[in-house]
């Protein structure tokens, strides 16, 4: 589990399942802001998800809290039948009124912090084909086109591949 991580005014800490609700009204947020049409309603209870999320023995939930708000979320684990020593980052959002404030690469650092100490090589995630701030920031953090998993015709993922270099 990781240890609360202070940098400058802010807290990166494992998130709490009592802040599940803030956790997904975060989330929402920064989702509707690529949905070109408006966020889909895809009928899941993004609270109760996140709760499990948190709570997962196998995964981890991080928080960005900055003045007493989290204002950044970051959720991975071993992706389902994938190897011991891959991560996949199910989902990274940053409140949109937080944006190129720090808030992304300071979580990001901490995510790469805590795989590297799991013996992590490899860190997997997709990310929405019309989610382009995403894109640009992966790209910037070193992500790149996944080789062994390229998008289908149709597909509305990009998926990106991570190398987590040991003791950098």
């Known amino acids: 589990m990781i240890n609360d991580r202070v940098r400058g005014s802010r807290v990166i800490r494992t998130a709490l399942p009592?802040?599940?609700?803030?956790?997904?009204?975060?989330?929402?947020?920064?989702?509707?802001t690529y949905y070109p049409d408006g966020l889909p309603d895809d009928g899941i209870d993004w609270t109760a998800t996140w709760r499990g999320a948190v709570e997962r023995p196998d995964g981890q939930v991080l928080c960005v809290v900055a003045e007493g708000v989290i204002t950044g979320i970051a959720s991975f684990r071993t992706?389902?039948?994938?190897?011991?020593?891959?991560?996949k980052l199910f989902q990274f959002h940053v409140a949109p009124d937080h944006w190129r404030s720090g808030i992304g690469t300071a979580l990001h650092a901490a995510c790469v912090e805590q795989w590297r100490a799991d013996g992590r090589r490899t860190a997997v995630l997709d990310v929405h084909v019309d989610n382009r701030r995403a894109q640009a920031f992966y790209a910037r953090q070193?992500?790149?086109?996944?080789?062994?998993n390229p998008p289908a015709a149709g597909d509305h993922h990009l998926f990106l591949r991570y190398a987590v270099r040991p003791g950098e």
Do not use: F, Y
């Open 142 to 148: 070193g992500w790149i086109p996944d080789p062994e």
């Open 79 to 87: 992706p389902d039948n994938g190897p011991a020593d891959t991560v």
């Open 18 to 32: 009592a802040e599940a609700e803030t956790i997904a009204a975060l989330h929402h947020r920064a989702r509707s």
